[in-house]
């Protein structure tokens, strides 16, 4: 086996791994300080597209947390881009504070169909619409497939299960855009000048953050906070690089062990 690059970038979620709603992990202010003292290019990448980029980094800056725009790679960027190549005209099932981050793009007479995370467009009518659009050859885009996600009540029923649902109603595929596409990982180290093989991504998700990173050629590091469930850790094979119980621990890892 070949040596292991040194590491050169981090990926970081963001809820559950940093907060948890509007609450940060404890701890979590400090180690990011912690990690941008190191050697390291440090981005955030997320598939919530319960709100626009602009309203969350407004959330974690008012979390106490030292981040800029530019270093959050977003689903919901990732599904508008897509949506440019494709040209085509979204029926977008995603949260109303989601939109910002799709303005300019037509949706008049849609001939394609976006699932994010809206509860309050999970209702039949709606996903009947979606239905027929996908019937009538619009293409199922999915911004992400997760199960579930954590709030501060709970576990609660992720985009995946709807998606799922319009699949198997319509014998067709969606495309899916967030982690843990391969895809998604290797954009958000665009401009990094950084190989998957020389980055870690930390993450609460063992499908979503660690095994999608694993097989981009990256290290991933699994924390026991926000959506973490116990033997996560056995539903990945390869398993996690490493299990840690929160950002922080994993942040000391990093420090100590891989620089």
Avoid: W
């Amino acid at each position: 086996m070949s040596a292991r690059r040194a590491l050169k970038a981090v990926l970081v979620d963001l809820n559950g791994t940093l907060h948890v709603e509007d609450s940060a992990v404890p701890g979590a202010q400090e180690a990011l300080k912690r990690l941008r003292s190191a050697p390291v290019t440090v981005r955030f990448v997320t598939n919530t597209t319960k709100e626009s980029k602009r309203d969350l980094l407004e959330r974690l800056t008012g979390l106490g947390f030292d981040i800029a725009e530019h270093e959050i790679f977003t689903s919901l960027t990732a599904a508008r881009n897509l949506l440019e190549q494709q040209q085509v005209r979204p029926l977008l099932l995603v949260d109303d504070k989601a939109l910002p981050d799709f303005t300019g793009i037509g949706t008049d007479n849609p001939n394609a169909v976006v699932v994010g995370l809206a509860p309050e467009h999970f209702h039949y009518e709606m996903m009947n619409r979606a239905f027929r659009l996908i019937l009538d050859g619009a293409p199922l885009i999915a911004i992400h497939k997760a199960r579930y996600f954590k709030k501060k009540d709970g576990l609660c029923l992720g985009p995946g299960p709807f998606v799922t649902g319009l699949e198997y109603a319509t014998d067709t595929k969606a495309t899916v855009v967030g982690k843990p596409e391969k895809t998604f990982f290797l954009e958000a180290l665009r401009g990094t000048d950084c190989a998957p093989e020389e980055a870690v991504m930390i993450g609460d998700d063992c499908r979503d953050d660690v095994g999608g990173a694993q097989q981009a050629g990256m290290r991933g590091i699994l924390v026991r906070t926000g959506k973490y469930r116990p033997a996560d850790e056995d539903k990945i094979n390869p398993a996690p690089y490493l299990t840690c119980e929160n950002f922080p621990e994993a942040v000391e890892h990093i420090l100590k062990q891989m620089l």
